[in-house]
């Protein structure tokens, strides 16, 4: 299968560990562009569909107890499948800036990393649910586990795994950045909410295409 990045819109991907602050960069990329005059669809993977709540609700509730790994990765590969199909795509074929807090890497590094399975087989996957479509940008918030999980009263299914699984999700998460500097920003997330939020913008603002005359 073929990487491919849209020819309409920008696609644009917050990822990183637990508490690093994916959720308030996502909600301040989307305000700074809208005061631009852009359409923005800010999402997040899993969830932001009708099936995807019900497959959030089963991998991330304590209630669920285990999975079988391969399980898991499944249905996360059928979260982003409908997630792609039904929102992402038309929103992008719309001209639309699409702003998403999580994607495929997120499933490479938890579900691959994390779970230690074959990465390749997990990427075969995720990317064939996805039609392999690529953020114009992925900006990962790095921050070490313990500080990010430390931010949590309470952990889900997946914040509750060992401090060891969280490592390998973000090493996960810069090698990936490393292999691919130009569709990649890396951001130490301790710095301030202003100081990510402008360094963000200043890589986003080249790629965005011209405003269509109203």
């Known amino acids: 299968m073929t990487a491919r990045h849209a020819s309409t819109g920008l696609f644009l991907c917050l990822e990183g560990g637990e508490g690093a602050g994916k959720s308030t960069q996502a909600r301040l990329l989307r305000d700074w562009l809208e005061a631009a005059g852009r359409e923005v669809v800010l999402t997040r993977e899993p969830g932001d569909t009708p099936v995807g709540a019900e497959i959030r609700r089963i991998v991330l509730s304590p209630d669920t107890g285990s999975l079988a790994d391969r399980t898991e990765v499944l249905l996360y590969a059928a979260d982003k499948a409908e997630h792609v199909e039904t929102l992402v795509l038309p929103a992008l074929a719309r001209g639309a800036v699409v702003v998403t807090d999580r994607y495929v890497d997120s499933t490479l590094a938890y579900q691959g990393a994390g779970r230690t399975l074959p990465v390749d087989e997990v990427e075969r ?80 603002e080249p790629l965005l295409p011209p405003v269509a005359p109203a």
């Open 125 to 204: 996957v995720a990317r064939w649910a996805t039609g392999d479509l690529r953020p114009h940008l992925t900006v990962v918030l790095d921050l070490e586990p313990a500080a990010g999980l430390g931010r949590f009263a309470e952990r889900d299914r997946i914040e509750g795994e060992s401090l060891e699984f969280h490592q390998r999700v973000r090493e996960a998460f810069l090698a990936m950045a490393a292999a691919d500097p130009e569709h990649y920003l890396v951001l130490d997330a301790r710095a301030g909410v202003e100081e990510i939020a402008a360094a963000v913008r200043a890589r986003v």
